[in-house]
């Protein structure tokens, strides 16, 4: 008598599964409970959920409250199967010109605007920003005043005042450098360390081999200088400085000491770059490196 008492409870519990899944075709906390407690076996339960004609209407959040009701940790597993995973978070972009990060760290603070652009005012630096530096300022909350500013700073903008350009020096060398070479189908050859030197209107790079490594190029021939950066903890780590030469080569540079976590060779270029050379595009070029 007990036996099929038993045997009548469980089959009563196997129709009401059934009755979820033809039912609706969503499976939810609540129906789940409910086929628990009617008496449904965990491998009935399992097969209504790796159903795929089902859909499992659950988060995250709802495998705490299968596993504090005591659903089986089998059944709780083919759920967080079928939870779709959440979607990835975007990756924040990035300005081409790193100098406005600290910018927008001053805007994001709640500090003036009016002290705010005071302050790029008496830098007496110059801006060339491009297309990616404006999206980048526009999505952290600078109005078109600050931008204004900005775009201000650069020489020849409309209603900007006649400033002389810096006159580039005879000789600004940059040690601590490193001459990244590119072979076939983009696997690297071996690297040189060096130097580079602003020469006026030229750049010269000085081998460590001597002059078999050795080249100049001109300022007026760059079509783009950027940086290459990779993500840190609170800010990109930018440690290598790119030429992209009008219809010539790619010159890489990187950081000998980026290991170590420094930049300041590179640093150093492109601040003395867009000092002398303002007119330069900052930012990477339309196709490719």
């Not at 075709?25 to 009935?44: F, K």
């Not at 199967?81 to 994001?108: G, K």
């Not at 190029?217 to 760059?222: K, P, Q, R, S, V």
């Not at 060779?265 to 050379?277: D, G, I, N, P, S």
Request: one cysteine or more; hydrophobic letters at 40%.
């Amino acid at each position: 008598m007990k036996r099929s008492i038993i045997g009548t409870l469980l089959g009563l519990a196997l129709l009401a599964l059934g009755a979820v899944a033809a039912g609706a075709d969503e499976l939810t906390v609540d129906s789940i409970l409910s086929a628990q407690r009617s008496g449904a076996p965990a491998h009935g339960i399992i097969s209504m959920i790796n159903n795929p004609a089902n859909t499992v209407s659950m988060t995250a959040a709802d495998i705490v409250t299968l596993r504090n009701a005591g659903v089986p940790e089998s059944v709780i597993n083919a759920v967080w199967n079928r939870i779709p995973s959440p979607p990835p978070e975007p990756v924040p972009r990035q300005p081409d010109d790193p100098r406005l990060v600290d910018l927008v760290s001053l805007i994001t603070s709640g500090m003036s605007e009016d002290i705010v652009i005071e302050q790029v005012r008496q830098s007496e630096l110059a801006y060339n920003l491009s297309v990616n530096d404006l999206l980048y300022l526009k999505e952290n909350g600078a109005k078109e005043t600050m931008i204004a500013a900005l775009m201000a700073t650069s020489t020849g903008a409309p209603g900007a005042p006649a400033t002389a350009l810096a006159s580039p020096p005879s000789e600004l060398i940059f040690n601590d450098l490193v001459l990244v070479k590119k072979g076939i189908f983009g696997w690297l050859k071996k690297n040189h360390p060096g130097r580079l030197e602003i020469d006026g209107d030229t750049l010269a790079w000085e081998d460590s081999r001597g002059a078999e490594g050795s080249f100049r190029f001109e300022t007026a021939g760059i079509d783009s200088v950027w940086f290459t950066c990779e993500a840190g903890s609170s800010e990109n780590f930018c440690h290598q400085i790119n030429f992209k030469i009008v219809k010539g080569d790619t010159y890489r540079f990187q950081d000998s000491r980026r290991d170590s976590g420094s930049n300041d060779a590179v640093v150093a270029v492109m601040e003395a770059l867009r000092k002398y050379f303002p007119r330069l595009n900052f930012g990477t070029p339309t196709v490719g490196d």
